[in-house]
């Protein structure tokens, strides 16, 4: 098809024909099928180009995934190359290209005899350096650099590019001054030196060159000491053909540029503590380590007095919970009645929150007392710690104490005036928290004794400024903040240098981020300014920095703006990220703690309807041994007891003491007696368990039984009219130990040895156990047990991992925020002081 | 004028966080012994195929926009790999097989001819997705690929196309070609 037809094609399919030629190029689509075709292939090349552009889109989000992912990544650092290894390497290379495309040794030899008289320096010798045209850098015998940029020479005024013949000439020490008569005086001031240096450059023809004052020829010399306020003077031989040093200069090093993969922007400690623990040593996993300290530091302002309550409130929140119906908590004597509340409230995370607590029971007399909880970070009360933090509330007299348990909730309140008829508990269960998307989630247990009234309960949010504000106070520098400019991106500029290197040693020490911010945000000051403007702040340590005078990097302005967005932005990046690595972990701990708590419920609940079945059972074998005994008679006395009037009544208090006791019947002269046997065992080695149970399979009944030990020992009695098949189960991290023994209904068995078994030899012993008893009878279900067991075992397992995790962190946190120990302290002597 | 679905934006947002699935599908794709340089290929095929989908008239989606990718993936990856020759080591779900009405196999064709487009210069690439893709008008598009006016930019246009068509009957000619040796010699 000919372009024109192209065309016509695409006009008519974008509308663009005239009626005319509309009318006519439909005619002739309908003679013409290869015409169709091809308008249909055209249609087809509209939607193609579409879809491109669709695939477009998924490729650009792919490009921000990875991009995002990148981040992280980063790269390997190896302190490898200094300065001057860096400048011999050049030097080398140059004296080689010289020989290549410079000049040949003959001519050089020519020239430097005819440049030696002109020397301006008298009885040292000059170094020559013949540089080819694109040559930079050499270094002289004495180790002083050279550096020559693009147009730092002018021949005749004019821009020279061509190769160049640098003469050399230096006096360092002070034999080589003596001998070159050189005089240190400017003017009539005796002046102390660090070296003097002549320079002259020449083109291969012997023309002399002069320094562009507009680019300059950058000179590095090596001095063992810095001396302050050293500067640069000009020689002018006066008539006398004596030196005078003349138009002082301050002295400016250049910045050492070094490639980020090569550059350490680690807390100092970091990693000799990782490389101790034998960590892994990828510097993927170490930045990923490194990011997951992202949070702010738990630590109070600096200078900080604690936070005045007062001072804290910038914003409320307050969370009312319903007047509880008052049938719900019409409780019956001496059973409690409990209730829970669940909720969230708006809050971001890092605020610090105080917590207020308050219930107000509105009895009868009115009673009414206020408790107050205490600053505490959102966060920290969400350590990982098992979720045993209780804030008590006992009644004694009309005062009542607040009791803590756990870890963080310190009490600091008043409480006032109370009947003690009312025994009020409240706890949290430490579940007070600022979730991923910064809320507070809560969870309140409440329970009340004794109570016929109804309560209220009101819970207090009062929360202090959030993370941004705090951030020039708060102590210790954010991973993320480094991370960000720990990237390719920022090579080049003053970040990516061995002097920025060093101060962010230093950096790390202040633990202030308005610190490195000065730094990151003047990327095209020279080094010496930012270091003077960082000790003007009053960290005093940075004057040393300043007086190195390390000059700037040069960075174009719209190069700068973008690498601050670029920064700004991959902050946050990395912040998201930590924060959703953070929360992942926290989501897991949670679920974990929640199932072996809804697994703890269950057993305690199974436990006390097993104890009632057992009960029960027990208390009708009993009874129809009685009964068998008395041949069914029903008026008796109690041997050595009181008349007792009801044998229901006698044989359930027997079984629930399990105590021996012997009945007389006077009527038929007839006795029946219920026999205990004392039982004890002791399990050898009991503290290497975390937990040891006794469990107890009757033959004569259907329902097992758990037994606790208390000290190590087990203490029960057994029934005389039923065996027993007994099991000792102890559970450590290392898995199961079991003792079996069969067919008991007394004795003392002593110290019984456990045996360490598999979990399916385990269950499927326990299994035999509990069926083998009498298999006419329908044995109560084990397997829920055996679960529970299972589950209670791996938890050792996940506790130990979280204290050893807690601890790898607390150790690699203290490299990572160094100031947060002695905040630690300091806030743990403030509460001895306290108590 | 049609409404579409879902506005760019929204489009931009649900893009990005059906590409945070990308491991996950990575692992779904690997079990299904899709390799490492195929899996994001795929994944990027489904991804289009989704967008598309939601621009039918008519379509509504009734399972997560997670799943309805996954399953087009693994339709994608079961058609790629029974063309490559490999041995089927899984068969399709019902609900996976539906997928591949007369739509999808449209899809499919058209999928080469836009193949087909990436053999065309940026320049003219670039042109044909801002107008037939993005809706942008003429010039706009002179403005943003530097020429002088939107005459210059149309008169483009149309050899863009011109050198379309020629590429997709070359194409076509090859297949034939190859297509009657293949009779030739069974």
Known sequence: MSPEITKIIEQYLQNELSEADRAAFEQKLTESDVLLNEVILHRRLHEAAKRAAQRTLVQQTAGRYHFRKQLVTASVAILVAAAVTTAVVFALKSSRSAAEDGLSDSALTTLTKQLDASAPLDNIVPEYFSLAAKDTVVLSGSGVLLSVPEGAFLLDGKNYSGAKVVQWQEAIDAADIVKSGLSTTSGDRPLETQGMFGMQAFTPEGKRLTVNPNVGVYVQVPVDELKPGMQLFEGKKDHNGLIDWQNPQPLEKLPVLADMKDLDFYPPGYESELNALKWKTGKKDRDSLYLSFDEVPEGRPQGGAVLQHQEMAVARNTVTFPRMASDSLTAKENRNDSRSYYGTTGLSTGDLVSLSLSCNLVAENKARMVITGTIVSARKLNTTGPRNEYLHLLSSDSRITIQHYGTEIRPSGTVYAITAVYDITLHTSGDIYADASGLIEYYLLGSNKYATTNWDLKMEFLHSKNESEMAGTVCGIPPSKVLAFWQPKFNNTLLATRDFEQRMRSIHGTCAQAVLEKYTNNLNKPLYEIDGEVAAMGYAGFSEFAKERVGAVKLDNPHMNNLRQFYAHAVEQLKKAAKNDRDFVRKQEQAWDDELTTARTKEATRKVEREAKALDEEYNLNLRNVCRQLGQSVGFQIHGGGTVYNIDKYVMDATIARKTTVINDPGTGKSATITYNTFYTRVADFRQYDQCFLYLFPHELNSFQRVDPKNGLFDYPLNNDIIYDIAIVGMNEAGYHLYIKKGLNKGELGTVPLEHVSNDEFNSRIEALNKGRNSERKQMKITDELEWLLQEQKDYKVQRQRKESAAFRAKIGRTIFPCREELDKASSDEATAVK | ?186
Not at chain 2, 6 to 21: G, I, M, S, V
Not at chain 2, 33 to 41: L, P, Q, S, V, Y
Not at chain 2, 55 to 73: A, H, I, K, M, S
Not at chain 2, 88 to 102: G, P
């Open chain 2, 1 to 186: 004028m049609k409404i579409p679905l879902t506005t760019p934006r929204n489009q931009d947002a649900e893009l990005k966080a059906l590409y945070r699935k990308w491991p996950d599908i990575r692992r779904f794709l690997f079990t299904l012994g899709c390799t490492k340089n195929d899996a994001e290929d795929v994944f990027q095929e489904a991804l289009v195929i989704y967008l598309r989908k939601l621009e039918q008239p008519g379509f509504e989606l009734t399972v997560d926009p997670f799943f309805y990718v996954r399953n087009t993936c693994k339709l994608l990856w079961y058609n790629q790999s029974r063309k490559q020759g490999k041995q089927q080591t899984f068969a399709l779900e019902t609900d996976v097989a539906q997928l591949d009405d007369d739509w999808f196999g449209k899809e499919m064709q058209l999928r080469i001819v836009e193949s087909t487009l990436t053999q065309l210069g940026k320049q003219c690439q670039q042109l044909l997705q801002l107008f037939y893709g993005l809706g942008w008008n003429m010039t706009d598009i002179a403005q943003k690929l530097g020429m002088r006016n939107d005459k210059v930019a149309k008169a483009q246009k149309y050899r863009c196309l011109q050198k379309a068509k020629e590429l997709v009957h070359a194409n076509e000619a090859e297949s034939n070609v190859e297509r009657e040796s293949l009779s030739y010699e069974s």
